[in-house]
């Protein structure tokens, strides 16, 4: 449930604040500014188009003095650099690993080239910047980008206010551009090879006060009597990755936004096979819309649907920590039935009814929890002799406050609190298909992928409030969260492959940073951890690649002529010595570190290979100049005879070890060699 709040129309427009420079000394309040004594603010006023504008420049620190903000920079240029001169102070570190990660992404899936060909170079760049706050700190509240982001690499040169995004949301982002963006996204999804899924639908609904067409009176969980917006995403729950999404007037019935997205996706050539439901479709106008388009569907009950109940009171204490139906190794236990999933169903359905053991256990445990803790508050209130003792409504089921001679006394109804400890963990599932407990069970564990990433986005759309006073501004909160959430579960699905954990990983990506040094320069620090280092490899992202991040922020600060489109560069390989130019092989250091004694070997068989060569063609060998010097006949003889035996013993070894591809003809002759010698000299 997400509240939307507009801002009322103002006889003037106000040009808010941006960061302010507290950590700057005070200066004098301009002569024509004016200052608020309400909320501090310090303003300056002008006419444009008919429309007076007041745009804040600084906060006051006393009646005469203020601390200036980034409104003032841009409009009085002199002024800033006469009290604090052109450069402000460098940021000492910038990190770059979660910029790092989110490029390689954009790049390896073509996000990137999409993003920007959708919506253009900088306000692609911007989108990006945005898509990786929300993905790192999970919010959409545009006030804290600033903050965060100020000391992260980012695709935008500039570091953008939380009033430029408000306005680039609302009018910079065209309804046309975003659904050029979604089409684009689901050919790509054609072109990676997704003919057929099975969707997993969510949806929610937003409280919305700003009059624009899309609030319409609608089933609001707030359960208040407003008009709502709601939207719906769709996601591949073979892989986890997001498909497509809608917003849908409040009023649009859940039937026409499923069969809406049905027949995108059958657009885009891609069939949907089936529907993994949670508890808020199930309801038989959805179903019969399902079975009507000749697709399967599996759906969560809600616990007073019939199906559940008849499930419930057949077999809740059949399959209750039963090892015979237990159909998973998390302690699940289920039971499969023909059973009408509603009351007014003309068919029977194939329902399964499921007890989940660590589920019962928690929710039990929560009951016994608040239960016990109302009563002791209850309690404390008697004991006090408090005139007004009320039990909460939700308690009422299991506490009950009588009068007994004329003092007010608590009871438990311990009946009704074991029956409501017992219900826990249970829950049914209802399928279109004939299949057992256990299948229904598989099958729906697929949804798990799209439940967790679906409460992602939603966190990142700020929980119970969308900060925004535009339809426009409804739309470009959803395709960014969109964004946000193609990079989160990519690298999410990376992690799962490398058994790394994607929050863990995200707090790791600090440690890619770049340290402003003395000289006016920032330069990489590789102080990358391993598990990071493997997750960037995953999209062809290298420690090397900070020298190339250190080098295009020096870039960016120092060169008027810039790009706006994002690259990474093919990495130069070292290459080993006597490797050819192009081709794989060791590195200099492992070609270095190879033993003594391969070497040795290597030299010796060269040696008698070309003894070999030389006796076969009839040429006798070649005696030594070394044998005069070594004690005349019997030194020569020995140095002949240790030098043999050794260069047979190292022969044997090269060729047993290397398995040597001499012909037939060329061992026998070794052999023969070999112990012609040894007979010799022996």
Not at 412 to 423: F, P
Not at 637 to 646: E, P, V, Y
Request: net charge positive.
């Amino acid at each position: 449930m997400l509240e939307l709040t507009v801002r009322k129309v103002q006889l003037h427009k106000v040009i808010f604040t941006g960061r302010i420079y507290r950590n700057l000394p005070e200066i004098p309040i301009p002569s024509d500014a004016k200052l608020n004594h309400y909320d501090g603010q310090v303003s300056i006023y002008s006419y444009a188009s008919g429309t007076r504008r007041r745009m804040v420049i600084g906060k006051a620190a006393s009646e005469t003095t203020m601390y200036v903000n980034d409104n003032f920079r841009l409009k009085f240029p002199q002024l800033w650099n006469q009290h604090f001169g052109e450069k402000l102070p460098q940021i000492s570190q910038i990190h770059a690993g979660l910029y790092g990660l989110a490029l390689g992404i954009g790049l390896r899936s073509g996000l990137y080239k999409m993003v920007q060909e959708v919506f253009g170079p900088q306000n692609g760049n911007a989108l990006m910047d945005y898509a990786v706050y929300s993905m790192r700190w999970r919010s959409s509240t545009t006030q804290l980008f600033e903050e965060e982001m100020r000391d992260q690499m980012r695709f935008s040169s500039k570091l953008y206010s939380d009033s430029w995004y408000s306005s680039f949301f609302s009018q910079k982002m065209s309804k046309d551009a975003i659904h050029q963006f979604r089409l684009r996204w689901l050919e790509y999804c054609v072109r990676s090879g997704t003919k057929e899924v099975w969707l997993c639908i969510d949806g929610s609904n937003i409280d919305c006060a700003a009059r624009v067409d899309l609030a319409q009176p609608g089933h609001a969980k707030s359960l208040r009597q407003t008009e709502i917006v709601s939207f719906i995403w769709a996601v591949d729950a073979a892989s986890g990755m997001p498909i497509t999404w809608f917003v849908n007037p409040g009023g649009m019935p859940d039937c026409k936004a499923v069969d809406e997205i049905v027949r995108s996706l059958a657009a885009s050539g891609i069939k949907v096979a089936g529907l993994i439901l949670d508890r808020g479709f199930a309801s038989q106008e959805v179903l019969d819309l399902i079975t009507a388009k000749k697709m399967d569907y599996v759906v969560m009950l809600k616990s007073n649907v019939c199906g559940f109940v008849s499930m419930f009171e057949k077999y809740a204490e059949e399959i209750r920590w039963k090892v015979k139906h237990c159909v998973s190794d998390e302690a699940v236990f289920g039971i499969a039935d023909q059973v009408k999933v509603f009351a007014q169903s003309k068919e029977e359905s194939c329902i399964g009814l499921y007890f989940v053991g660590m589920s019962s256990a928690r929710g039990s445990a929560d009951l016994l929890r608040k239960v016990r803790r109302a009563g002791t508050e209850i309690q404390k209130q008697i004991d006090e002799g408090a005139s007004r003792i009320a039990v909460p409504s939700e308690m009422k089921r299991f506490l009950n406050l009588t009068v007994e001679d004329g003092k007010p006394m608590l009871r438990y109804d311990y009946e009704a609190w074991q029956s409501a400890a017992d219900e826990k963990g249970y829950h049914a599932i209802a399928s279109s298909m004939e299949k057992t407990a256990e299948e229904m069970h598989q099958l729906y564990r697929l949804r798990d992928v799209s439940e967790k990433q679906f409460t992602i986005l939603k966190s990142q759309l700020n929980g119970n409030t969308t900060r925004v006073h535009a339809e426009a501004s409804i739309e470009s909160r959803l395709c960014v969260a969109f964004i946000a959430s193609l990079l989160r579960t990519t690298a999410q699905l990376a992690c799962e492959s490398l058994d790394l954990d994607i929050n863990v990983m995200l707090r790791k990506a600090d440690g890619a940073y770049l340290r402003y040094m003395p000289g006016d320069r920032y330069e990489a620090i590789h102080n990358l951890s391993t598990d990071f280092k493997k997750l960037l490899g995953q999209f062809d992202v290298a420690e090397g690649h900070l020298d190339h991040f250190a080098a295009e922020i020096e870039s960016r600060r120092n060169n008027a002529i810039q790009s706006e489109t994002r690259t990474l560069p093919e990495l130069e390989v070292k290459r080993g010595p006597g490797r050819p130019k192009g081709l794989p092989g060791f590195s200099r250091k492992r070609s270095l570190s190879a033993s003594r004694d391969d070497r040795r070997e290597a030299a010796t068989r060269r040696l008698w290979s070309g003894r070999l060569s030389k006796r076969l063609q009839g040429i006798p060998p070649r005696r030594s100049s070394l044998n005069a010097d070594l004690g005349g006949r019997k030194g020569a003889r020995t140095k002949k005879h240790w030098s043999a035996k050794r260069n047979s013993r190292r022969l044997l070894h090269v060729l047993k070890r290397r398995n040597a591809s001499l012909d037939a003809l060329r061992e026998v002759k070794i052999e023969r060699l070999w112990r012609e010698r040894q007979k010799k000299l022996g």
